[in-house]
């Protein structure tokens, strides 16, 4: 077997932080603002919130990273 050192390992963590990072952003919910009326519908107030949600988890997945 091999073992990673520092450096590798630290490579291969950015990289495995990095993809989370983007699969969490392709997740969010988007929405055209241009069309009429669609800031006041439901959809969009559901959508709101659970973009808000997956940036609040990604806000504390960097500050646990950073420790």
């Not at 919130?49 to 990604?58: E, I």
């Amino acid at each position: 077997t091999s073992s990673l050192v520092g450096s590798e390992m630290c490579i291969r963590d950015r990289d495995k932080i990095n993809q989370i990072k983007k699969e969490i952003i392709i997740s969010m919910k988007m929405m055209d603002t241009t069309i009429k009326n669609v800031k006041e519908s439901e959809e969009y107030k559901i959508a709101q919130a659970y973009n808000q949600g997956l940036r609040d988890a990604m806000a504390i997945f960097e500050r646990e990273m950073k420790r």
